[in-house]
């Protein structure tokens, strides 16, 4: 397209230097304005046709308020702050190739430091915005408590979310400056992060509030214990901590549904117990427990081993919430057409209740934990007195999963086989008539060894 000279590119100095004034002191005059570059009009490449360089900006600035009324536009400021700030190398997503040679001539027209520019393929992930416009809506909203949200993809979000600095560095240098615009699944760089966190992050237990079964253990000490034992098994650098034990606990409903009469089961770092009695309400839900201390059996024997707190006093247990978070979309990539509140996750917060060990009270905000059995946590601080702990992902397929649309309703059963034929498999593929039809006899005699039917009973 033949480029169209703006009506005052040829204006005197004198005349531009009065326009900019009105810019700045953003009067209603200086608002008709803006200043560009004088580069070309009819460049092949359109980001060198004049680009606009300042514009005027009413709205008070977050640092300097009021102050300035005009602003340099993101294109003009990159290479000059790059380069006043010692930037040797400027990392760009290949969508700026088209303006990287106006970044050149930014810096040659103003005399400054020349800048290397290094460009690579922008990495996208599914169920994933990264344009800062569409995660300002967000913002705006109040679908999100800020640019620090756990659901976001800021470096502020995801590290609120447990993910290390290591483990960011260490993706990102596996990844390499790839020219390939790729989408990728979450799943390899929180495998990354738990290969990180794993030796590193204590071991403690919770307990889901709703529904826990006190169970009663005879053969348990008659007064409360403490006893000190590691952190971490495998990592005794971490210390210890504090395990109280009595002959009244509490376990998971979970848990306590599985149990059949007079199983043996494992209390993790006590040792084994047998289910002598289960008492079950009309709905199904396990009330009490009663299990006989057996600290002979092996616990190499045994299918379960489960998690519990003591809870004969109030000391040795600690209220928490266990927060986990869905994708903010429902589709896997947007295309241009798509309209991003089509798409909107209804709920991305899930709130779980939960009794953790008291030893959580050591915690900082920020601290990296496994609730044995759960998952990893990072302790995100305090809320009317009660901790909160935010799931971090693991890479596993069950931890990545949207959680948006599933359903609940199992599918139809496929319809009955008759009586004498072959039951009809359920697929995927396209259905075809028999080429052989459907009623057919064998005629003649087979040498072979003659067998009945799988399908006649």
């Known amino acids: 397209m033949k480029g169209i000279a703006s009506a005052h590119r040829d204006d005197s100095v004198e005349e531009n230097i009065k326009h900019f004034d009105e810019m700045k002191a953003g009067t209603e005059e200086g608002l008709r304005w803006c200043l560009r570059a004088k580069m070309s009009v009819d460049d092949p490449n359109k980001a060198l046709r004049d680009p606009v360089i300042y514009r005027c900006n009413l709205l008070p600035h977050h640092r300097t308020g009021d102050k300035w009324k005009v602003y340099p536009t993101y294109d ?6 790059d380069s006043i700030e010692g930037v040797t190398h400027a990392l760009r997503t290949n969508e700026y190739r088209d303006r990287n040679p106006q970044y050149q001539w930014m810096i040659d027209a103003l005399e400054l430091r020349k800048v290397n520019i290094w460009d690579f393929s922008r990495l996208n992930f599914i169920y994933t915005l990264l344009s800062k416009r569409k995660l300002h809506e967000f913002v705006n909203k109040g679908l999100v408590r800020g640019w620090d949200d756990p659901r976001f993809p800021t470096v502020r979000g995801i590290r609120r979310r447990g993910m290390t600095v290591e ?20 799943d390899s760089i929180w495998s990354t992060n738990k290969k990180i966190i794993d030796p590193i992050a204590p071991r403690h237990w919770a307990i889901v509030t709703k529904n826990s079964v006190p169970v009663t253990i005879k053969g348990g000490p008659a007064n409360p214990e403490i006893k000190a034992v590691p952190k971490h098994k495998k990592n005794t650098d971490l210390g210890e901590k504090k395990t109280h034990y009595s002959s009244l606990i509490i376990v998971e409903q979970e848990d306590a549904q599985s149990f059949e009469d007079q199983e043996e089961v494992t209390l993790m770092d006590w040792g084994n117990a047998i289910v002598r009695s289960k008492i079950v309400d009309a709905s199904g839900i396990v009330t009490s427990i009663e299990m006989d201390l ?5 616990f190499r024997k045994t299918k379960k081993k489960i998690t519990w707190l003591s809870n004969s006093t109030n000391e040795n247990q600690k209220a928490v919430v266990l927060l986990d978070y869905d994708y903010l979309i429902t589709k ?13 996750t209804p709920v991305t917060e899930f709130r779980e209740e939960a009794i953790a060990d008291a030893n959580v009270n050591d915690l900082k905000k920020g601290d990296i934990i496994q609730f044995e059995r759960k998952g990893y946590y990072v302790y995100d ?4 007195g009660v901790k909160e702990f935010i799931l971090i992902p693991d890479g596993r397929a069950s931890s990545i999963a949207s959680k948006a649309g599933l359903s609940a309703t199992p599918p139809p059963p496929p319809p009955a086989a008759t009586k004498g034929a072959p039951a009809a498999s359920v697929t995927k593929m396209y259905a075809m008539d028999s080429i052989y039809g459907q009623d057919i006899k064998q005629d003649g005699v087979s040498t072979m060894y003659k067998i009945d039917s799988v399908y006649d009973s």
């Open 76 to 81: 003009f400021a990159c290479p000059v702050v």
């Open 167 to 186: 483990a960011l560095t260490q993706f990102m240098l596996s990844q390499g400056p790839s020219q390939a615009v790729v989408s990728m699944e979450w």
């Open 294 to 298: 057996n600290l002979e059996g092996d």
């Open 332 to 344: 896997k990539k947007l295309e241009e057409d798509d309209k991003v509140e089509d798409f909107i």
């Open 381 to 384: 601080g305090e809320t009317n």
